[in-house]
């Protein structure tokens, strides 16, 4: 019977971490051997699982993000269904900015919305540098994931997850999602000095925000840049990947793997390895073959176009059989698909996309 964690209200109390050093996940980002080819899903924690759906009904996405019980829940959900080699920390890119005070929602089939768009410098000073004291709770929920995840499996790796500098300053700045990011590149071109303090601004938040999930037991990390493949390299290069490297370099300090994950960032591959990655995701756009000549001595993670859960099974096992062989070529892989899991998305497709994964062959 699923729990009703709305109800419940208990402190977690600290759990010793086991060692997940050998767990596949970990090995395939380190480029070490691997007992199998390790597998998770963005997105894996969402709407795709009806335990997902009843936990959350009438809840708001961010209130579901801010209670600790709900999150541990929400995040142990997938590995419990799949057995998949790592949760993700089920967050939200926005959190840390709703979580110092920014005004803003996520609203249902459009996404977060800012009430008052950054404009000007003034705006960005506004905005206040995040503590650990503004997060207990995401504290509180990553230490009860590491006891629950230490014993299934043999012990689960957590990843800790945050939105890349590009992607958060792009809502900030068009009060909301965009296709065009007119405004963001406008700021970007034309004020750069409100850029670079926004742009501070953000990875100051973002390498804050990581430390805590890592510091509460998070065995790995994330950065989540949605909207980079809406730049071309020499931008990126010049106003947007020191502010993710200052956010990997401060992170790798903390002796975790890191993975750099864009979507439509085929051209972008290369320089978001620079950055500071240890695994650079690949989206489905780009073959993976080609990913890992671009991204050179680093692990990749990806790359099943997510659509093709819903062709027949046998088709969706024999692409996934072609990346896993294309992913040998590489110092690690990680199997993932090339983004999120789609919200109608079977979850016994899932299933039985990670057994295959997981029974393959690594000769």
């Not at 964690?5 to 767990?23: A, F, K």
């Not at 997060?135 to 945050?162: D, H, W």
């Not at 004020?191 to 065995?219: F, N």
């Not at 990997?248 to 085929?266: A, D, K, S, W, Y």
Request: glycine residues 10%; negative net charge.
């Amino acid at each position: 019977m699923l729990r009703d964690v709305r109800t419940r209200r208990r402190r977690w109390d600290p759990v010793p971490v086991n060692d997940l050093l050998d767990s596949a996940f970990l090995k395939a980002a380190r480029g070490e051997q691997v007992p199998h080819t390790p597998v998770w899903f963005m997105r894996q924690a969402g709407r795709s699982l009806p335990e997902y759906l009843r936990l959350r009904e009438g809840i708001a996405m961010l209130d579901a993000c801010l209670d600790p019980e709900m999150v541990v829940e929400i995040t142990m959900q997938p590995v419990r269904r799949y057995g998949v080699d790592a949760a993700i920390f089920f967050s939200d890119i926005v959190l840390p900015l709703k979580a110092v005070g920014v005004d803003l929602d996520i609203k249902p089939g459009i996404g977060p919305v800012v009430a008052k768009p950054v404009r000007t410098l003034d705006d960005v000073a506004a905005i206040p540098d995040l503590t650990p004291e503004h997060v207990p709770m995401i504290t509180e929920a990553v230490q009860g994931l590491v006891g629950e995840l230490a014993s299934v499996n043999g012990g689960t790796p957590l990843i800790g997850f945050a939105g890349a500098p590009f992607t958060v300053a792009s809502y900030l700045v068009e009060g909301g999602p965009s296709k065009e990011h007119a405004r963001t590149k406008a700021m970007m071109f034309g004020a750069p000095e409100v850029w670079d303090a926004l742009m501070r601004k953000i990875a100051g938040i973002a390498c804050a925000y990581l430390q805590v999930q890592v510091e509460a037991g998070a065995s790995a990390v994330q950065l989540f840049d949605s909207w980079a493949g809406a730049l071309t390299p020499a931008d990126y290069a010049a106003s947007v990947m020191p502010h993710s490297a200052r956010v990997l370099e401060q992170v790798g300090r903390l002796g975790v793997p890191r993975i750099h994950f864009g979507v439509g960032t085929t051209n972008l591959l290369g320089l978001m390895g620079e950055a500071g990655a240890d695994v650079v995701g690949i989206d489905w756009r780009t073959p993976l073959a080609d990913g890992i000549a671009r991204v050179g001595d680093r692990a990749v993670q990806g790359n099943l176009d997510p659509s093709l859960v819903f062709a027949p099974t046998e088709l969706m096992l024999e692409r996934a059989g072609e990346i896993i062989k294309a992913g040998r070529s590489a110092k690690g892989h990680i199997f993932n698909l090339g983004h999120g899991v789609i919200p109608s998305t079977d979850p016994d497709q899932l299933a039985r996309l990670t057994d295959f994964v997981h029974s393959y062959p690594l000769d």
